[in-house]
């Protein structure tokens, strides 16, 4: 039998819309089934501190709910208006958690077994930097890294976009870009930096071998693109061909391609 | 010297928030300097009918103002607050075109000389399907499709995620998915249907080089996947890898890696 959540725990809810407690807190809201699935198969259910579930969702989660109850998850039965004021959609989908945040370091993540890794150097878009996450994790990145010029990880519409793949794999965030350039350096990975504009075609790199080395992808700004530190400290500056009219990709469509065409190197050729 | 738009103009535009209006009438709404700068540089300004720019942001925006006006074009310079509440954005950028839409035929646009398309075979997000058409773009497709099954190509978030590439490339809409499949095959195009679960992964389509024969590639729902008949009718059913733990790709990522993979395989691959 479910109850419902006390004031002071939709208190708690409430107050993780703000970064600030989220930082002081370790804490997030992951929302949606999807998501939350994930935390709960990926063995990750000690992450999750307290369920919120619609009453009149209630049937259309009950296998989440039961797996959330199973792992000892508090589960409330919130009602269905009251959830919906908690939701960061304007279609809410009437399940909502409280979720711990693992809080992954820079040094201990880095190491000279990785073979990929994908770093949002200053993504701004809470929406691209949560798909790359998910397409990171897809591709078989070792880890994730948005540096400290990035959007928030725990913002709600970024934590969504990723599908719950922030619960997958280590997802390091708040290093500024300089001090992931350097880890990732003393890892023996190579950095590759990927820009529109760059000079070297993916399509060069993945004929001429070296995309089969250990490697991590730095990826810039929607509209500014990579600082131009960055652009001189990498190995190498890629861009992906634009065979047609279009004037550039989606970041996020970018990032997609250039991290397939490492996993490919690195898994499929000779 | 511009003038402030008439209410008969500016009724015109509010019309076409409307579907229906649009397909009467055979006119869409371009928000943004982005989409709007494509067009009139992709030799398209014929196609824009009316430019509406924000009193507050003429200085942003001159270079474009002064390419509609050369082009002949109709520009007035409209009241902030007015052009706001036409906006379908939360941050009006202070630009909007009036345009016509092409509208192309299929028997027209698919023939023998093509080498890759893709089709939207059921795609319900404006912003993927906009995406995956810029994308398509980029990777240099012949055309797209989007299937009378699919969501509005000139829905105002679609248009949008285009940033223009609907100006670039036929993009033929309105044909339900077996017209299309047929359409593909008479223009001796291999149909290649991407589903997560599809039986044939991506690198062995790569390796076996058949991805450098002339292909259309159809992308599905993101919720429901591809129609079963469609997959029935595919040459191939193919899955990107999912090398992580990560459940799926997003649809427009995944379609990057598949559109990108043809591309490289067509013309880079011996």
């Not at 999807?34 to 296998?63: M, P």
């Not at 550039?248 to 970018?254: H, K, P, R, T």
Request: glycine residues 6%; charged residues 25%.
């Amino acid at each position: 039998v479910l109850a419902p959540p006390s004031n002071a725990r939709l208190k708690a809810v409430r107050r993780l819309s703000r970064r600030t407690i989220r930082e002081r807190d370790r804490e997030f809201l992951a929302e949606g089934p999807q998501v939350i699935r994930e935390a709960l198969a990926a063995g990750a259910s000690s992450r999750v501190l307290d369920l919120f579930v619609a009453e009149s969702e209630l049937d259309r989660h009950r296998q989440i709910v039961d797996d959330a109850v199973a792992a000892g998850i508090d589960v409330h039965l919130t009602p269905t208006r009251v959830l919906a004021q908690l939701s960061d959609t304007t279609t809410p989908q009437g399940l909502l958690a409280r979720c711990r945040f693992e809080k992954w370091r820079l040094d201990a993540v880095m190491n000279p077994a990785m073979r990929m890794v994908a770093v949002l150097a200053n993504v701004r878009d809470p929406g691209n930097a949560g798909t790359i996450v998910r397409t990171a994790d897809a591709a078989g990145a070792d880890a994730v890294v948005l540096s400290a010029e990035s959007v928030d990880l725990y913002n709600p519409k970024c934590v969504r976009a990723t599908t719950g793949s922030l619960f997958h794999l280590p997802v390091v965030v708040g290093s500024p870009i300089a001090v992931v350039v350097d880890a990732a350096r003393v890892a023996g990975l190579r950095i590759l930096a990927a820009d529109g504009a760059g000079p070297v075609d993916l399509d060069d790199e993945l004929d001429s071998g070296r995309l089969a080395s250990p490697t991590a992808w730095f990826f810039g700004n929607e509209a500014s693109g990579l600082p131009a530190d960055l652009r001189d400290l990498a190995d190498a500056v890629v861009r992906v061909p634009i065979h047609g009219r279009a004037e550039s990709l989606n970041l996020a469509a970018a990032a997609a391609v250039c991290l397939y065409a490492s996993a490919r190197a690195q898994r499929r050729l000779p």
